[in-house]
């Protein structure tokens, strides 16, 4: 398995595409992508929220683990800088 840190060492190009669910992260993992990335803007692109953030990190944690479910890219990373617990939720 070659690691994000083995391609920028040999100054080669990390690529990273985002997905929310299995068949979107099985046709990401099928094109050789490098990252599948999982982040606060699915609420926008996916949960219809006016920004960001209303995105809990339970939200990231699930969409994380449906994205995963498939694919054979080991890499897989959450961004989301304004995750709170589902509890803090605001309104949307």
Do not use: Q
């Amino acid at each position: 398995m070659t690691t994000t840190r083995e391609l920028r060492d040999r100054d080669e190009p990390i690529t990273m595409l985002t997905a929310y669910d299995a068949p979107t992260a099985a046709v990401v993992d099928e094109a050789g992508i490098d990252v599948i990335l999982v982040g606060d803007s699915m609420g926008n692109a996916v949960l219809g929220y006016d920004s960001t953030l209303p995105v809990t990190y339970d939200e990231v944690a699930s969409r994380t683990a449906s994205s995963r479910a498939r694919p054979r890219t080991p890499s897989s990373s959450r961004t989301c800088p304004s995750c709170r617990s589902a509890s803090t939720r605001r309104s949307r």
